[in-house]
């Protein structure tokens, strides 16, 4: 028996889940379909820095996109906490990046563009710091650049939240069911084929994170590919880290429970979701490089995860060619950060709204292009 609705979304990360809560809002039947259990994949592996402005080196579509969604998150939290009883950790921590020794023009023309458009962001020496943020960097560190807009969330917590979210509205979330296939019939998707049987519906989401080429018959190339990153979770000495840290190689994010998040790796790896020595050793190096304590701080664990990375970086948005079938994937190193405005955008899309935001995010950039990096 075929069962209907009016969205299916292949994929229950936090990408999916909050689109089909977002859907669902709007009165859309919705069946999210996921694999394994929400948050199993990337979205549970993140460290969850919502970090637009010290991510970007210069004006972009995409920065405008992760600026809005950023600012989307203080209130999509406390919504979530009203509807679900989930608190999922956010905080203002703000983020300290340690410029590197000598000329840093590509770090402070950011500051500059940054700040004529009225965000806020500080230029200091380390001696300005407060003792207890100061005390913790390398004596080598000189000069740092202040955000203090930037904040975390808890990526596991957030993407319970979120499937608790769809669910309570009113969209089903189906586990341990794969897709198979897409429906296509004359040019047309009509909804997925599962290992449990068909759902027919009058539009698809391809929200699969790095497994979104899952169809190999599908007419028209999808360009993602997993992009391993791994993480190494420590507890510091001494008191609590309060702010991100990061620099050019490395970042630190401190947890809500004292421990400390540090990442990440970008290696393109396949499908293997492996934690390597070589990967954690680097990474505590260049942590010890930025904050000297982390050489006597208490393991706790590390993990990796598979990022869905496209040929430049960008999130595929949209329609997908395919009557019917759209893209919600390709979030990369930012599928936290992304979920409330691709959410939003996404659904505005599927419900008969026009989006010219979500149109640099087109798959028909990659025109041309077979799929892969």
């Known amino acids: 028996m075929t069962r209907t609705a009016d969205v299916v979304i292949v994929g229950g990360g936090l990408i999916g889940c909050s689109l089909a809560a977002e859907l669902a809002s709007r009165e859309q039947s919705v069946v999210v379909v996921e694999r394994a259990e929400p948050g199993g994949e990337a979205s549970g592996a993140a460290a969850g820095m919502l970090s637009p402005q010290a991510d970007a080196a210069e004006p972009s579509p995409f920065f405008d996109l992760a600026l809005e969604s950023r600012d989307l998150y203080p209130d999509w939290s406390r919504q979530v906490l009203e509807e679900t009883g989930v608190d999922i950790g956010y905080r203002r921590t703000g983020l300290l990046r340690i410029l590197p020794p000598g000329p840093a023009e590509e770090q402070l023309a950011a500051v500059r563009w940054q700040r004529a458009r009225g965000l806020r962001v500080e230029e200091l020496a380390c001696e300005q710091l407060p003792r207890e943020i100061g005390a913790r960097l390398a004596p080598q560190a000189r000069d740092v650049v202040f955000y203090p807009d930037e904040a975390v969330v808890d990526p596991r917590r957030a993407t319970r939240a979120a499937w608790l979210l769809a669910e309570r509205r009113g969209a089903r979330v189906e586990t341990g069911m794969s897709v198979r296939r897409f429906t296509i019939e004359r040019g047309v998707c009509r909804g997925v084929e599962t290992d449990a049987g068909s759902i027919a519906s009058r539009a698809v989401v391809d929200a699969a994170g790095a497994w979104a080429a899952f169809d190999g018959h599908l007419p028209v190339p999808v360009p993602v590919v997993p ?123 599927l419900t008969g709204r026009p989006v010219p935001r979500l149109s640099p995010f087109s798959v028909d950039r990659f025109a041309g292009l077979p799929s892969g990096l």
Not at 249 to 266: A, F, K, M, Q
Not at 280 to 285: K, T
Request: hydrophobic residues 45%; aromatic residues 6%.
């Open 227 to 349: 992009v391993r990153g791994q993480i190494v979770e420590l507890r510091l000495g001494g008191a609590p880290l309060q702010i991100v840290l990061s620099s050019e190689e490395v970042y630190l994010v401190p947890r809500e429970d004292g421990t400390v998040l540090i990442g990440s790796t970008i290696e393109h790896a396949g499908f293997r979701k492996e934690v390597t020595a070589g990967a954690i050793r680097g990474l505590l190096d260049a942590a010890a490089r930025l904050c000297p304590e982390v050489t006597s701080a208490r393991f706790v664990t590390a993990w990796a995860g598979l990022r869905p990375g496209t040929p430049d970086g960008w999130p595929l948005l949209g329609e997908s060619g395919i009557e019917g079938l759209f893209f919600a994937t390709g979030h990369f190193r930012n599928g936290i950060l992304l979920a409330p405005a691709t959410a939003r955008h996404m659904a505005d899309l």
